[in-house]
């Protein structure tokens, strides 16, 4: 038996990182950059107004107040995307709009709040000091900067940072196209009548959800039956789109787990017993480079061994550090018993209570019980060597993405 580290280890030693390619930037959305990305101009690209209102020389408007305003003559508009804007003479002023170059000679933007909004002539009631409501050229960006690194990201943020430095396309590591397959010949897809002996498919949908909330791309694919040419061939037509597949079913002791047949000698895969609960019949390998992660059937095995296996390697795929853990320490709200030598991931809520995180493990702990993880908000950790864990105990939580 392995434990979950060492076949969590073996995973991230042995998934290949995607290759690079060239993107359009909203196609990017989620892939991680593969190429530092500098400015090729100063951002702003240079001064201009932060406020609507009059570009001035701050001298003219220095003595200005209510009781004695300055009155200048307004010469014209000027607005944001104006080019050729002529330079402002001293004595005189220019509406200006928020966005727009400032003329040359001015030095200050008095608000439109500051005035009596005058289009002829303008009153301006208090004085501002040079450089006022002006954006500088370069202040938010140098020309030649890194904006963003290689291994971001890129989320709605960073797009829109590559967009102003006037980039269309970019190089990125994608998200992982992961192809989802139920096995069992059980399993009928919702929306189908049942006949006697006969279940939904749940885990294709629940796993494709999964590779989506991970940043992947999820493909699921219509059930197959427990017949293994119908799944070796399915598996074959499948690589040719996958950067990942993931399998349900099949690969724990009953007398007809097809996947385990299929797959036993085939590429790098291998089968394993991991000491964990749920989740201890596993597999993982390598068909021709394509990582295939074989989950076992129970519904709560395949998501937990999702989150603990998968999740992880589509990261590693993007090459992207491991995650920060995404725990907490919270305090156990009820007794609980773990079978020695095995980590168990126990379906549970977490609560705030008076700046404290507590815990309560669910009623429901079986590896069949959906409900109760659907319920649930987070797997409290219970490492190998504890047996029982009374009430008020400090556990760790992995929170369950929502
Ligand atoms: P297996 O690992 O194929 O032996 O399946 C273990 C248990 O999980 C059995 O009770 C299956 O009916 C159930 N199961 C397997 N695959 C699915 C699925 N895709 N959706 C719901 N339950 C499943
Ligand atoms: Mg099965």
Redesign the pocket.
Known sequence: MRTVEEHLAGILASVPVLAPLDLALLEAEGAVLAEAVAAPVPLPPFDNSAMDGYAVVAADVAGASERDPVVLPVVGDISAGDEGVSALRPGLTARIMTGAPMPAGSDAVIPVEWTDGGTATVRVDRPAPPGHYIRRAGEDVVAGQTVAEPGTRLGAAQIGMLAAVGRSRVSVRPKPRVVVL???S??REPGTPLAPGQ??????F?LTAAVIEAGGVGYRQA?VG?DPRTVRETLEDQLMRADAIIT?????M?AR???KEVLTGVGTVEFHKVGMRPGK?QGFGLLEDTPIFTL????V??YVSFQVFVRPALRAMQGLPPEPPQTVSAVLGADVRSPAGIRHYLRGRLALHRGRYTVTPAEGQG??Q?GSLSGANALIVVEEEAEALPAGTHVEVMRLPT
């Open positions: 139920s096995t069992g059980e399993l279940i939904w498919d749940s885990n294709s629940m059930t427990d349900s079913g099949g690969v724990s009953g787990d097809v996947v019949p076992p059937g129970n519904p095995s395949a590896s069949h959906l």
